[in-house]
């Protein structure tokens, strides 16, 4: 019998930081539900990802995919750039 892959997880975020080279750092929130009082909140979660081409600047929404360990930290790469913050060139 062959088993088969696990689909990739992919999330929507925004990048926060593109200041290291081929990485940038999208924050991306999720709402929980409060164990104790059932309310929903808020959780910011950050995350650094993978752009080979330097091209998400400060400020872009972005769809990033789980990908294999690039480095220590990376294990997300951005896979396309869904609104561009029109921030201008980067360096």
């Known amino acids: 019998m062959k088993t088969q892959k696990p689909l990739k997880r992919t999330i929507t975020g925004t990048v926060i930081s593109d200041k290291m080279d081929k990485t940038v750092t999208v924050l991306f929130e999720t709402r929980k539900r409060h164990p104790l009082y059932k309310k929903f909140v808020r959780v910011n979660k950050k995350v650094k990802a993978h752009d080979a081409k330097n091209e998400a600047s400060l400020g872009d929404l972005v769809k990033v995919v789980e990908i294999r360990p690039v480095s220590k ?8 750039i869904l609104q561009s913050s029109g921030g201008g060139d980067k360096k």
């Open 73 to 80: 930290e990376k294990t997300w790469m951005v896979q396309q």
